[in-house]
C-alpha cells in the first residue's frame, strides 16, 4: 500500500498589513520550497484574480518557475478554472510544464466560485458547468493524444497539435475541486480525485465523500477508487495555548475573507445556473450569525499541538478510511515566522507519525461500504 500523501497549498493572499504585493510572494515561494525540503509530496497554487484574497492569476505559470527550485515535490495548479481559459492553452501550458518538471506534474481543475471573479472575466456564471464539462475532456483529451480539438457548444476549436508534445497524460493525475455534490460527481464521471476544502466538522463532509466514491465506482467499476484530498487551513505549535491562540485569530479572518470573496452572505447563488446547492451553505452561514460560523469553521479545521493534530488525522482515518491531506499555513495576515514554524513541525513531527498510522490501518481500497458488502 502506498504511504499517504500530504500536500503544500499556497493561497497567495496578502492580508499582511505591512507587506507589498512583492514582499508576500517572497514570503510565499519561501514556504513552497520549505516544503519541497521538508519532504512533502507535492506543491499546490489556487487561481484568483482581481482581489487580495489570491493573488496567483497564472497558477501553471507559478509552478513553472517553482520547477528547477525544487527537487522531488509534484507540482499540482490546485487548480486550474476551466471557465476562465481557452482549452488549448491550458494544454500548451500544462505540457511545458511537464518539460520543466518531468515525471513531477498532476492536473488540478475547477470551475470556479466567487461571482466578482467571473465579472471580471465577463463570463456568465450560468454557463460555468457546461464550459467546464466541454473544456475538461478536451483538455484532458489533449494531453493524452497529443493534439486538441472540439466542435462543441462553447470551444470551436480544429485540430492542432501540443508542442511541444505532451510527455504524459492524466487520467491517473487528475484532481477535481469538489465543493457539492454536483462537483463531487463531475470529479467522479471524469475519473479525477475530488478535492475539497474542510468547512464543517468531518462528519458533514462524509455523505458527498461518499456519493462520489460510489459514483466513481460506477463509473470506473475496473479502477480502485481515489482517496479524497482533503484540505485544512492549518497553525501547528509546540504550545497547545499558543497553537488556539493563532487559530483563533488568522483563521477567523481567513473565514472572514473567504465570505466576503464568495459573497456567502448573499442570495444570489439560488438565481446562477449549477449552483443552487452553494446557497443552502449560504443561508447555514446567515442563520448562524457570522461570529458562530467564524467558531464553527475554526473547530472544522485541524490544528493544534503536533499529538492533537495526529489525533485529528487518526479520527479521520477511523471515519472514512484513507484520504490525502492538503495543508495550508499562510493565511489571514499570519506572519511568515509562524507559517514557517508551522510547517517546519508538521513536518517533522506530523507527516512520519500519520504515516506510520496509515500504513497499519490495513484499509488497501476505499470503496465505500455499501458496495464492499455488495461484493
Known sequence: MAEMEFGFLNSMQNWHEKLDDFAMWEGEVALA?????????????????????????DNIQYLSYLAPLTKTAKLVPGAVILPWHDPLRVAEKMA??????????????????????????????????????????????????GFIEGNGKFYKQPRVDIR??????????????AMSEDSALAAAELGGRMMTFIQWPIERHVPMIESYRKAFAEFHPHLDVPEPVLTDVTVCHEDPEEA????????????????????????????????????????????AGMEESQKNYVEAQNWGTPAQIIEKY?????????????????????PFEYAQNSL????????????????????????????????
Open 164 to 177: 511541444p508534445k505532451p510527455l504524459r497524460g492524466y487520467s491517473d493525475a487528475l484532481y477535481c475541486v
Open 33 to 57: 520550497l520549505a516544503a519541497d525540503r521538508h519532504g512533502f509530496d507535492s506543491l499546490w497554487c489556487v487561481e484568483h484574480h482581481f482581489d487580495a484574497y489570491g493573488m496567483c492569476p
Open 314 to 334: 487518526r479520527e479521520r482515518l477511523d471515519l472514512i478510511g484513507p484520504f490525502f491531506a492538503l495543508v495550508e499555513f499562510s493565511y489571514g495576515g499570519m
Open 96 to 145: 511545458m510544464l511537464e518539460y520543466f518538471a518531468p515525471g513531477r506534474t498532476a492536473l488540478g481543475i475547477g470551475r470556479g466560485l466567487a461571482r466578482r471573479e467571473y465579472l471580471g472575466f465577463r463570463q456568465d456564471m450560468n454557463e460555468s458547468r457546461e464550459r467546464y464539462a466541454e473544456a475538461a475532456r478536451m483538455v484532458l483529451d489533449a494531453l493524452d493524444n
Open 244 to 287: 488556539k491562540r493563532l487559530a483563533y485569530e488568522y483563521l477567523s479572518k481567513h473565514y472572514v475573507s473567504v465570505v466576503k470573496h464568495y459573497e456567502f452572505a448573499g442570495d444570489h447563488f439560488k438565481d446562477i445556473k449549477g449552483y443552487e446547492g452553494y446557497q443552502a451553505a449560504a443561508d447555514l452561514i446567515k442563520s
Open 344 to 375: 517546519r513541525l508538521f513536518a517533522e513531527k506530523v507527516i512520519p507519525e500519520v504515516r506510520k498510522m496509515f500504513s497499519n490501518t490495513g484499509k488497501v481500497t476505499a470503496r465505500p461500504a455499501a458496495l464492499a458488502e455488495q461484493g
